[in-house]
């Protein structure tokens, strides 16, 4: 089986930034700051996002906000309200709704779904926040379910499947039967096994964190986008 069709989230040549294009604290991890720049070096943007206590989609990576932002509190476990308080440097986390407005479709999202035990609870408060957006936009998941999930009800999505190269092979094949995803996202030490090309074949393979430039050198060939940081830049 070959690809017949074209990438309709293909960032081109500058791929996509990781969590934004950042810089320490002056320009932070998944901060409007970092999408900014993205926007401006004309990168695609990949970014993580998590789900409030009150079903609000945040944009964040971490489990809880010690690293960013020196407080132990649990994102699943906290209100909207209460997480607008905290700072990820001189901002607040920002929401989903709040990187919409700022992208505008000028550039193509991968949204990297943080699911944690909140499963059935993601469609819902995804399909709110993305409804009217007319941008080019992929939701993706290490969680095959929740990628099942988005096939079976919002199918006009872009769904991906994000594979650690720690997966074994028997997990890994039975995530992406059940999956089925519209393109993979795979670890950079993944990028050069088989069965890589051989979805390749299939569907667009993107590669992350590429942060040097013999990592992108050695990756650019064998994936259809990096999704890069640092010294990976394009």
């Not at 964040?60 to 132990?72: K, T």
């Not at 990297?112 to 993601?122: F, I, P, Q, S, T």
């Not at 039967?177 to 074949?201: K, Y």
Request: proline content about 7%; some cysteine; hydrophobic content about 45%.
């Amino acid at each position: 089986m070959s690809r017949s069709a074209t990438d309709p989230l293909d960032p081109g040549a500058r791929g996509f930034a990781h969590r934004g294009l950042h810089q320490g604290m002056a320009f932070p991890e998944n901060g409007l700051l970092a999408f900014a720049a993205a926007l401006e070096a004309g990168a695609g943007i990949e970014c993580d996002l998590r789900l409030t206590a009150d079903d609000h989609i945040l944009v964040f990576h971490d489990a809880d906000a010690r690293r960013l932002c020196g407080s132990p509190v649990v994102i699943g476990r906290a209100t909207a309200a209460e997480l607008a308080r905290l700072r990820v440097g001189e901002h607040p986390i920002p929401t989903l709704e709040g990187l919409l407005a700022l992208v505008g479709g000028r550039v193509p999202l991968l949204l990297e779904v943080k699911v944690a035990d909140d499963l059935w609870r993601w469609l819902p408060a995804l399909t709110a926040a993305l409804a009217g957006y007319s941008g080019p936009f992929g939701v993706m998941s290490f969680e095959p379910r929740l990628v099942r999930l988005i096939k079976t009800s919002a199918p006009a999505w872009r769904r991906g499947l994000v594979v650690a190269d720690s997966l074994p092979a028997w997990k890994r094949k039975l995530a992406l039967l059940l999956a089925d995803p519209d393109f993979v996202a795979v670890e950079t030490t993944a990028a050069v096994r088989p069965w890589v090309a051989r979805q390749r074949a299939r569907r667009p393979v993107y590669s992350w964190t590429v942060r040097t430039s013999d990592q992108r050198a050695a990756l650019s060939h064998r994936v259809d986008a990096l999704i890069w940081e640092g010294d990976g830049r394009p």
